[in-house]
């Protein structure tokens, strides 16, 4: 039996009890130390990595918000550009600018004789 408790076992450590040199008490311990540091160092990772997809999560979701804003600008500038393009062509109207042209500048149709023709 004194052989067999001489054996060691790696990541185990021998500890005695009463006092020095007694071996009748002696009782195989695991290092708790590397095991605790080990732990530690895992559940900081751990902890690190649920930070990192916490942070791309919100900035996932802030960029949809950014592109529905953008999309929804982008309509808003559509819409305007269509309204503006009605207006042009409604101020372009030939009917338009002659009823402008008779009523506030008082211009008339010039007759026959008025024309002239360029070579």
């Not at 990541?11 to 080990?38: F, H, V, Y």
């Not at 819409?79 to 002659?98: F, G, V, Y």
């Not at 211009?107 to 008025?114: E, K």
Request: glycine share 6%; hydrophobic share 40%.
């Amino acid at each position: 039996m004194a052989a067999a408790s001489n054996t060691r076992r790696p990541g185990l450590e021998i500890t005695a009890r009463g006092g020095q040199g007694s071996s009748r008490n002696r009782r195989l311990r695991p290092a708790r130390k590397t095991m605790t540091g080990l732990w530690i160092v895992l559940m900081v990772l751990f902890f690190v990595e649920a930070l990192f997809y916490a942070w791309c999560r919100v900035q996932c979701v802030n960029a949809g918000y950014g592109i529905d804003r953008e999309n929804s600008r982008h309509q808003a500038l559509v819409r305007e550009r269509n309204t503006l393009r009605i207006e042009l062509a409604r101020l372009k109207s030939p009917e338009r600018i002659e009823t402008i042209a008779r009523s506030r500048l008082g211009l008339v149709m010039p007759d026959v004789q008025q024309k002239v023709m360029l070579p």
